[in-house]
């Protein structure tokens, strides 16, 4: 018998795995980047915050 599993992710693997991450979310908090791309980080990111993943949203959305 298969079961399903929800892998929690965000978008690390879209902006170049967990050091990117972090670099997002420093981003977020601080409003610099380190790397001097902040204008295009900032058009990546969209409307996109770090603390906006919503679980128990994904979970009712995952079990129907």
């Known amino acids: 018998r298969r079961q399903r599993q929800m892998c929690i992710r965000d978008r ?3 902006c170049g795995g967990l050091p990117g991450y972090e670099r ?3 981003f977020r908090r601080a ?3 380190p790397w ?3 204008a295009d980080l900032a058009e990546f ?7 906006g993943f919503d679980l128990a949203q ?3 959305a ?3």
């Open 58 to 60: 994904a979970k009712a």
């Open 12 to 14: 690390a693997e879209d």
């Open 24 to 26: 997002a979310v420093e």
């Open 31 to 33: 409003g610099n980047d």
């Open 45 to 51: 990111l969209g409307d996109w915050q770090p603390d």
């Open 36 to 38: 001097g791309e902040g």
């Open 62 to 64: 995952f079990d129907r």
